[in-house]
Nanobody, 122 residues
Framework: VQLQAYGGGLVQAGGSLRPSCAAS????????MAWFRQAPGKEREFVAA????????YYADSVKARFTISRDNAKNTVYLQMNSLKPEDTAVYYC????????????????WGQGTEVTVSS
């Protein structure tokens, strides 16, 4: 199993980014997926999750209405469209594969990508 996150970068406040996570080594369309983030000196926190069909999505309150998670099962890829970025969104963003439905907890995930860094300047 491999999860390769990419597409982070440096952006000004109010800007947009769209990190992606390419999956391989398993049947991607059978698993829910999620994005977490970890800011310097802070714990890793839930950002967004999407069910295996893409029919349902879940968001942290801090990103709701600004971020959109989506997936393309034909490309084995999950995306995170981030709009109206704020300096407090600065973090390393990780994608993860879910094994249970408790999407907001770290224990619900068995494989993690290496992370892609997002920096939002004020």
């Amino acid at each position: 199993v491999q999860l390769q996150a990419y597409g982070g970068g440096l952006v000004q406040a109010g800007g947009s980014l769209r990190p992606s996570c390419a999956a391989s080594g398993f049947t991607f369309s059978s698993y829910a997926m999620a994005w977490f983030r970890q800011a310097p000196g802070k714990e890793r926190e839930f950002v967004a999750a999407i069910t295996w069909t893409g029919s349902s999505t879940y968001y942290a309150d801090s990103v709701k209405a600004r971020f959109t998670i989506s997936r393309d099962n034909a490309k084995n890829t999950v995306y995170l469209q981030m709009n109206s970025l704020k300096p407090e969104d600065t973090a390393v963003y990780y994608c993860a594969r879910s094994i249970v439905g408790a999407f907001r907890t770290l224990d619900a995930y068995d494989y993690w990508g290496q992370g892609t860094e997002v920096t939002v300047s004020s």
